[in-house]
């Protein structure tokens, strides 16, 4: 069992709904980063959570220490948000990360 | 307002040849983390440099890859005698001072590694 699990690995959904990527892991952790990577093309970090919730435009994240689990939500779609969302989180100085969810947001 | 600048974007090399990437830090970051992605799969750390010092290098295959960061100059990623399974994207990160848990990372663009 990887110790960094998304959901879903694919997931398509028309321009303008609520989209929802979940993030589960089974070490200690003293940060989770998700990470947002376009085909062919850098990574970009979208946020960085010890606790609670952060907003930056349309995304939300939000991270619960307790059940180890964090969700990166994303408002209002659109196919730009088309990319692959990874979830990594610090664990043992050192960073260790999801399979990616792919998401496709058709117009 | 540079970011975190990685050299060459793309790299090709035949078997049996050295590999060097390069990875500047974004202004006023000390600390370096190489990770890499191979085709099809998720990113792996590698390894976690401070000037002049290697802090984890747990991720890094034990022959043919080395890293440094030197007091001067970008960090290196060095890949001696390379192999086929090789090729894949390295990305660089950095943060500023305060390690790995307490600082976000900034990533580069990558560099593109293609063994022939």
């Known amino acids: 069992k990887n110790e960094v699990e998304q959901s879903p690995q694919n997931l398509t959904a028309q321009e303008g709904e609520f989209i929802t990527i979940n993030c589960s892991y089974s070490?200690?952790?003293?940060?989770l980063h998700w990470l947002q990577q376009h085909p062919g093309g850098g990574i970009v970090s979208l946020f960085m959570?010890?606790?609670g919730k952060k907003k930056h435009g349309r995304l939300i994240a939000t991270i619960n220490i307790q059940e180890k689990h964090s969700s990166l939500h994303i408002t209002a779609s659109h196919p730009r948000d088309s990319a692959v969302y990874i979830c990594?989180?610090?664990?043992?100085?050192?960073?260790?990360f999801g399979a990616g969810t792919r998401l496709t947001v058709k117009p | 307002n540079a970011g975190v600048m990685q050299n060459p974007r793309h790299l090709v090399r035949r078997r049996g040849q050295e590999a060097r990437l390069r990875c500047s830090p974004m202004?006023?970051?000390?600390?370096v983390y190489w990770y890499r992605q191979l085709p099809e799969e998720g990113l792996k750390f590698m390894v976690y440099?401070?000037?002049?010092?290697?802090?984890?290098e747990s991720g890094m295959p034990k022959e043919r890859f080395s890293a440094e960061f030197p007091k001067e100059g970008p960090s290196i990623l060095r890949i001696q005698q390379v192999v086929r399974g090789d090729s894949a994207a390295y990305f660089c990160?950095?943060?500023?001072?305060?390690?790995?848990?307490?600082?976000?990372?900034?990533f580069g663009d990558g560099t593109r590694l293609s063994i022939l």
């Open positions: 990160a950095s943060s500023p001072i305060g390690g790995q848990g307490g600082q976000p990372q900034h």
């Open positions: 070490v200690g952790i003293s940060a």
């Open positions: 959570l010890s606790s």
């Open positions: 990594a989180v610090i664990a043992n100085n050192d960073m260790r």
């Open positions: 202004k006023g970051h000390s600390h």
């Open positions: 440099l401070q000037k002049e010092n290697i802090i984890d």
